[in-house]
C-alpha cells in the first residue's frame, strides 16, 4: 500500500473513499469537513443536525454524497477536542484504512486534522503509521490474495515541507516495523525456526545499521549458555543467540541500552507437554523477540543518541530423545544452577543467559519483553502487560510511554521472598515450583537473580501480544505489542537528556 501526502482539494480528489474527522460536540464544521459540506451541499452538517452522529471517538457514519468526486465519504469521530492527541488521529486513521480495505475501495483519501491540539508534523506522522497498521492483516498463507488498498493519501493543505516530508516517512518506516514484527509473530513454527528468525534479524540489523551476530551451538558452547542450551536441545532446528548492536549516532561516549526478546518459535511445553487446547498459539511465543526486531527496523525514523543492542535468545522447545527432562540441570552463562522442574518453564532459562550476556555490555538500563506466564493474563486480563522493576523511575518512564501509545502496564511485585520459594535440594533454583499462585512473579524474581544489580525491568507481555477481538488498528492475532511502547520510551529518553 503507498503511502502519500498530497495539497489537494478533497471535494475534486477521485478516491474509492475519503475520510475526515470530527470532533465531539462540533457545531460548525471547519477545514476540510466544512470544505466537504460545502461541496456536498451540507451532507456532513445534515449528518451532525440529525443527532445520529455524535462525534464520539472512533464512532464512524458513512455517507454518499452528491457534488464531490469520491465515491463515499467516511465521518470518523475524533472524540472531545480538549483530550485529541496524536494517538487519537492514529486510531481514526487506522479506522478509516480498515473501513476502505474492508469495503475494496481500492483506495482512501484521508483529511490531515490540521487544527490545534497536534503539532502538524506529529499529525502527519501518526496519521500514516496509523493508517498502515489499520490495513495491516497477515496475508503470507492466503491462496487467493485479499484485496488490500492501493493507495492512501493523506490531504491536507498546509504547503510541502522537509519537516512534513520526514513526518511522513518516519511514520512509514513506523508502520512497516510494525507489520513486520506482527507478521513475524504469525509466521507458523514450520517456517520459523531459530536460524530463520537470526535470518530475519540480519536483513532488518543490516538496513538499520545494525552490526549482528548469531551465536550457533558452537559458540553456545564456548560461551557457557547452559541454558539456552537445554532449551534448544530437543529440536531439529537447533538454537540461537542473537546480538543486534547499533552505535549511537552522537559522537564520543555514550550510554549503552539493552532491549531483550524471548524469541521461541514453538513452545510445545517440552516433556512438561501443554495440553492442546490452543497450543497453536505458541508460534507467536517469539513475541518479545519480534517487538525487539521491530523497534531495530524502525531505527532510521530514531536518530538514537546513545548505543542499543537487542539481545535475543531463540530456541524451538520440542519433544525428543535428545529433549529436556523434568529434574535436569542446566548451568547458565553466569554460572548459576538450574534444576529444569518444568520444561514449559523454558522462557526463564533463555532469559536468563541473555540477562548474563546483558551485564558484560555494562548497559544503562535494560528492559526485556517475554510472553512469559499464563498466570499475567489471569492477574491482569487483556488490557495491561506485567512490569516488574525494582526502579520506580523506569517504572514510571515505561508506564507513561505505554500510556502515551495504548499499550498498558501495571506493575506487579517481584523480590526475594518470591525467589525463596524457588530453591532446588539439587541445585541452586528450580525453574519453577508447582504453585500457581502469584506464577508472574516468582518468573520475574527468578530473572531479577540473573539481572543482579543491572537497572532492568522486565515485561510480561503474555497477556496482550495476541489481539482477540479485531481493534482498529489490529486484526486478531499476534500484534506486536511493545514496539510502539518502546519506540515511545526511547524516544523520551533521546529527548530528555544527552545520552542514556
Ligand atoms: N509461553 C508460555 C507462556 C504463555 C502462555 C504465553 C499462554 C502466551 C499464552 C511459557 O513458556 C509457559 O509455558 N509458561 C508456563 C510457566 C509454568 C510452567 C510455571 C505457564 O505460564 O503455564
Ligand atoms: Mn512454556
Ligand atoms: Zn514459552
Redesign the pocket.
Known amino acids: 500500500m503507498d503511502v502519500s501526502l498530497r495539497r489537494a482539494d478533497l471535494a475534486t480528489r477521485p478516491a474509492g473513499m475519503i475520510a475526515v474527522g470530527v470532533p465531539e460536540r462540533t457545531r460548525t464544521l471547519t477545514g476540510a469537513a466544512q470544505a466537504l459540506d460545502r461541496a456536498s451541499r451540507g451532507a456532513l452538517s445534515a449528518l451532525l443536525a440529525s443527532g445520529d452522529f455524535k462525534g464520539r471517538a472512533l464512532e464512524t457514519a458513512l455517507l454518499y454524497p452528491k457534488g464531490i468526486k469520491a465515491k463515499r465519504v467516511l465521518v470518523v469521530g475524533l472524540g472531545a477536542a480538549g483530550s485529541l492527541d496524536a494517538q487519537r488521529l492514529l486510531l481514526a486513521a487506522a479506522t478509516a484504512t480498515r473501513r476502505a480495505r474492508d469495503l475494496g475501495a481500492g483506495t482512501l483519501a484521508l483529511a490531515l486534522h490540521e487544527q490545534p491540539g497536534v503539532a502538524p508534523a506529529l499529525a502527519v506522522r501518526a496519521t500514516a503509521e496509523g493508517a498502515l497498521l489499520g490495513h495491516h492483516r497477515h496475508t503470507a498463507y492466503h491462496s487467493a490474495p485479499l484485496d488490500p488498498l492501493a493507495r492512501v493519501e493523506l490531504i491536507g493543505t498546509l504547503p510541502a515541507s522537509r519537516a512534513l516530508s520526514t513526518a511522513l516517512e518516519d511514520g512509514i518506516t513506523r508502520g512497516t516495523a510494525i507489520g513486520l514484527a506482527r507478521d513475524l509473530g504469525h509466521t507458523p513454527g514450520q517456517d520459523l525456526v531459530p536460524e530463520t528468525l537470526a535470518a530475519r534479524a540480519r536483513e532488518i540489523g543490516r538496513s538499520a545499521g545494525a552490526k549482528v551476530t548469531v551465536f550457533d551451538e558452537a559458540a553456545l558452547e564456548r560461551l557457557g549458555m547452559g541454558c539456552v542450551l537445554g532449551v534448544g536441545r530437543g529440536s531439529a532446528n537447533p538454537p540461537r543467540f542473537i546480538v543486534l548492536d547499533k552505535a549511537s549516532e552522537k559522537r564520543g561516549r555514550s550510554a549503552t541500552v539493552v532491549l531483550i526478546g524471548k524469541g521461541?518459535t514453538f513452545?510445545t511445553?517440552g516433556y512438561?507437554l501443554k495440553p492442546r487446547e490452543g497450543m497453536s498459539?505458541?508460534k507467536y511465543?517469539m513475541g518479545g523477540a519480534a517487538a525487539v526486531l521491530g523497534v531495530f527496523a524502525a531505527l532510521p525514523a530514531l536518530g538514537l543518541p546513545f548505543r542499543l543492542v537487542g539481545l535475543i535468545p531463540s530456541a524451538e522447545n520440542m519433544v525428543s530423545e535428545r529433549a529436556l527432562k523434568p529434574g535436569d540441570v542446566l548451568r547458565a552463562l553466569d554460572g548459576t544452577t538450574v534444576e529444569v522442574t518444568?520444561t514449559?518453564?523454558?522462557?526463564r532459562l533463555l532469559l536468563a543467559d541473555a540477562l548474563g550476556y546483558a551485564r558484560r555490555l555494562d548497559p544503562a538500563v535494560v528492559v526485556d519483553l517475554a510472553?512469559?506466564?499464563?498466570?499475567i493474563s489471569i492477574a491482569l486480563g487483556r488490557h495491561y502487560a506485567g512490569l516488574f522493576t525494582s526502579d520506580d523511575t523506569l517504572a514510571d518512564e515505561l508506564t507513561r510511554a505505554g500510556d502515551a501509545v495504548g499499550e498498558r502496564l501495571w506493575r506487579m511485585p517481584m523480590g526475594e521472598q518470591y525467589l525463596a520459594e524457588m530453591k532446588s535440594d539439587t541445585a541452586d533454583y528450580v525453574n519453577?515450583n508447582e504453585k500457581r499462585e502469584g506464577?508472574a512473579s516468582l518468573a520475574a524474581s527468578f530473572l531479577q537473580h540473573f539481572a543482579r544489580d543491572l537497572r532492568w525491568a522486565h515485561l510480561d507481555i503474555?497477556s496482550t501480544g495476541w489481539t482477540y477481538a479485531e481493534r482498529a488498528d489490529s486484526s486478531r492475532g499476534p500484534n506486536a505489542y511493545g514496539v510502539r511502547l518502546l519506540l515511545q520510551w526511547l524516544e523520551s529518553r533521546a529527548g530528555g537528556r544527552s545520552g542514556a
Open positions: 521461541v513452545d511445553g512438561s498459539k505458541m511465543d518444568n514449559d518453564a523454558e522462557g510472553t512469559l506466564t499464563g498466570a519453577a506464577a503474555a
